[in-house]
């Protein structure tokens, strides 16, 4: 029986690992222009983006639609 794919891109990735490679593709300067939240602007990290994202629906939701539209450009 062959196991069936998740149709979701976001299936299996961590909040962080989409930060982390919004952050390697953009940098925390125009991440902060696309998606404009203090964490990205004021003294950003990687560490208190997670912490204001798990807690805020609409700015992790932004960041999800972010990392979809920007999986096509990752790709070789």
């Known amino acids: 029986m062959e196991k069936q ?30 998606i404009k939240i203090k964490c990205f ?7 208190s983006s997670l912490t204001f994202l798990r807690k805020t629906d609409w700015a992790r939701k932004k ?4 990392y979809i539209k ?3 450009k990752l790709k070789p």
Do not use: A, C
Not at 15 to 25: A, G, H, N, S, T
Not at 41 to 47: E, G, H
Not at 63 to 66: D, G, N, Q, S, T
């Open 5 to 34: 794919q998740s149709k979701d891109p976001l299936h299996g990735i961590t909040l962080q690992r989409i930060l982390e490679v919004l952050v390697d593709f953009y940098g925390f300067d125009t991440l902060g222009e696309l």
């Open 41 to 47: 602007n004021d003294n950003p990290s990687i560490k």
């Open 63 to 66: 960041v999800e639609e972010l």
């Open 70 to 72: 920007t999986i096509p």
